[in-house]
């Protein structure tokens, strides 16, 4: 992937905590990609639908829709238009088994360490490169 497409693939960071969502924009721009917030689940749906984002990182637990309800909405968004299913990471603190039975590609423990953050932007946008122990991949 060449620095012009890199830098117009758009991460949508879908987090009510204002410093988390900060830090998380923070890495996903200085892996060289837009970062693109949503304060809430509905908010995230709404700017999905509009500029359909590379990759969406959520959190579980958010207000007027959860990542779980988020992760369902984008899915049926897909198959009812036709079009290929984005890719979402769901965070949490405490849900870590509901996260994955949500069918999230991704599910990350909070408090997550920020070369899982990058390791799974590489994943999904980039080259591969390893995950800690906070971090696991879904297999779909």
Do not use: C, W
Request: hydrophobic letters at 55%.
């Amino acid at each position: 992937m060449n620095i012009q497409s890199k830098a117009t693939t758009t991460v949508l960071i879908a987090e009510d905590e204002l410093p988390i969502a900060d830090v998380l924009a923070a890495v996903v721009e200085d892996a060289g990609f837009r970062a693109v917030a949503a304060r809430n689940g509905r908010e995230a749906l709404e700017i999905a639908r509009t500029q359909r984002p590379a990759l969406v990182i959520a959190d579980v637990m958010m207000p007027y829709l959860t990542g779980v309800e988020l992760v369902e909405a984008l899915r049926a968004d897909a198959v009812a238009h036709g079009e290929a299913v984005i890719p979402v990471i769901l965070m949490t603190a405490a849900s870590f088994a509901r996260a994955r039975a949500a069918g999230a590609d991704a599910v990350l423990r909070k408090p997550f360490n920020l070369a899982d953050i990058d390791a799974l932007l590489q994943r999904f946008l980039g080259k591969e490169i390893t995950l800690e122990e906070g971090a696991e991949i879904a297999d779909h």
